[in-house]
């Protein structure tokens, strides 16, 4: 079993790269550890993640505003949260090969385990990336990429509500990057030094907490469901109080489970009225005329763990020997290419005509459409299949009428069946649109 949960993270890294989802990050110059670079159908898929994201949980919603803030930010914002004295790992290192390691990583916290060498005593190491701002290089031009976007929703609480003047229970939302200088980048993706993060702080009374936090629970694991993750391999923990992190009073860890093991997937805690206490906000209830700090609930989500686990659970193959075909079974309106049109022979400039027209027609509807005459037609299905592409739409001599009750007709070859049905190009749009 293990041996086939490696091969199968082997697979998919090898395929991400291959097929121009994701690169090591400055490749070319031996890479930079725990970076990655998007590449075309990696940013539409990863895009197509937001997107579903930001539809759910603010565009859907009457209570939730989303916005777009910098990643600098000041160096009073992470202290007032608590990072500057509490964002660390237990750091330790070997004596003998110099490698460092994450104490609590480690099942034995004496001996290292690439070189066997002694170990160091753990030191807290901290995880924020620190920068300076302008030519003064002294401390009062100290800033911090943020380790989560949650404290850039905390920092515009006050002119969100002087802007909107939002009743409480509402929330504030944000998809952007966030760094964390990681000690051991690892497992592709899975922990890298920048990442994004789609976060939710919702602002609730103290009293309501618990209504909301099991409401966040329920809709985390259905967007989930709506993705594509494998709702099987996915696993409430609840996490106990010595392991949460120094702002949260309760949090469930959503797990999954990766080929390297039951990891955190997505995390939703209630963080009290911690960070606004700290930042010195407060709200006052247009009703009541009560002013009071106003308790949080976060829902925090990472989009490449999203990406990993929708890539684990979409991965299938069928057949054997020669026949093998491996493919990626996304959901039409997660995939990176809704549909591929080819012309059945590319040297026959009639069928590439009709086909051009389909593809334009196609293109301008939904976008995500490849047009696609590379090699014969199996091997353009196996590539199609590989990436994902739920709908293959081949335009041959029928299509031109030498069969004159076809005119005007195509193939659409389904994905996951190998099926073909013929149907007319009019019914193209309706037919795909209805899979979205
Ligand atoms: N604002 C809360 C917060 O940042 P977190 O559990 O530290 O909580 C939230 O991070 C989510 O961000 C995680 O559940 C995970 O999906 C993602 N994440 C955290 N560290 C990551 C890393 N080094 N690489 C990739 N994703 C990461």
Known sequence: MKENQDNLMEKIVSLCKRRGFIFQGSEIYGGLAGTFD???????????????WWRKFVAEREDMYGIKAAILMRSEVW??????????????????????????????????PDCGGELSAPRQFNMMSKTQIGAAEDSSSTAYLRPETAQGIFVNFKNTIDAYHPKIPFGMAQIGKAFRNEITPRDFVFRSREFEQMEIEYFVKESEWEKSFEHFQKEMLSWMSELGIDMEKVHELEVLPEDRAHYSKRTVDFEFDYPFGKKELFGLAYRGNFDLTNHKLDY??????????????????GVERAFLALMLSAYAED?????????????PH????????????????????????????????????????????????????EIGTPYCIVIDFDTLGENPDLLDTVTLRDRDSGSQERLKISELVSKIKAQL
């Open 38 to 52: 998007l590449g075309h159908l990696g940013g539409e898929l990863i895009n197509n993640i937001k997107q579903s």
């Open 79 to 112: 202290e007032a949260s608590g990072h500057v004295a509490g964002f660390s790992d237990p750091l330790t290192e070997c004596t003998k090969c110099q490698h460092r390691f994450r104490a609590d990583q480690l099942t034995d916290t004496k001996k290292c």
């Open 334 to 385: 997660i995939a990176p290419v809704i549909c591929a049109v080819s012309p059945l022979l590319k040297n026959k400039p009639e069928l590439v005509a009709k086909a051009r027209e389909v593809y334009a027609l196609l293109k301008k509807e939904f976008g995500r459409v490849m047009f696609d005459d590379n090699g014969n037609i199996g091997k353009r299905y196996r590539r199609q299949d």
């Open 284 to 301: 006052m209830d247009p009703d009541t005329n009560e002013r009071f700090v106003p308790h949080v609930i976060e829902p925090s989500f």
């Open 319 to 331: 057949g054997e020997g020669e026949n093998l075909r491996s493919y990626l079974k996304f959901k």
